[in-house]
């Protein structure tokens, strides 16, 4: 099984910056793309940035510009810096993470999610 621990989320001003982290840990063979999602109440959850092992990534067109993605593969951590944040970021963020625990045996695995508000 693969667990993801994730910190960074809080409460900050429109215009701020926060900074989420999300390292993995347990019976992993490799991991082909990390990323985060974020999800609204009554919402379907969507993807806000993601990135391969190559370092190939994707971002939601609402994010472009100003939220970047990097990832330590030596360490299984995926970083989300937010910069210039609205009110409409708020949401609970989950990371994510495409893995294998042995070759070929690959899986989807989620975090608990880490609240995220933006004030006006």
């Known amino acids: 099984q693969v667990q993801l621990e994730e910190s960074g989320g809080g409460l900050v001003q429109a215009g701020g910056s926060l900074r989420l982290s999300c390292a993995a840990s347990?019976?992993?063979?490799?991991?082909?793309?990390m990323g985060w999602y974020r999800q609204a109440p009554g919402k379907q959850r969507e993807l806000v940035a993601r990135v391969t092992s190559g370092g190939s990534t994707n971002f939601a067109y609402s994010v472009k510009g100003r939220f970047t993605i990097s990832r330590d593969n030596a360490k299984n951590t995926v970083y989300l810096q937010m910069n210039s944040l609205k009110p409409e970021d708020t949401d609970v963020y989950y990371c994510?993470?495409?893995?294998?625990?042995?070759?070929?045996?690959?899986?989807?695995?989620w975090g608990q999610g880490t609240q995220v508000t933006v004030s006006s």
């Open positions: 994510y993470a495409d893995a294998e625990v042995l070759p070929g045996i690959r899986g989807d695995y």
């Open positions: 347990g019976s992993i063979f490799s991991i082909n793309a």
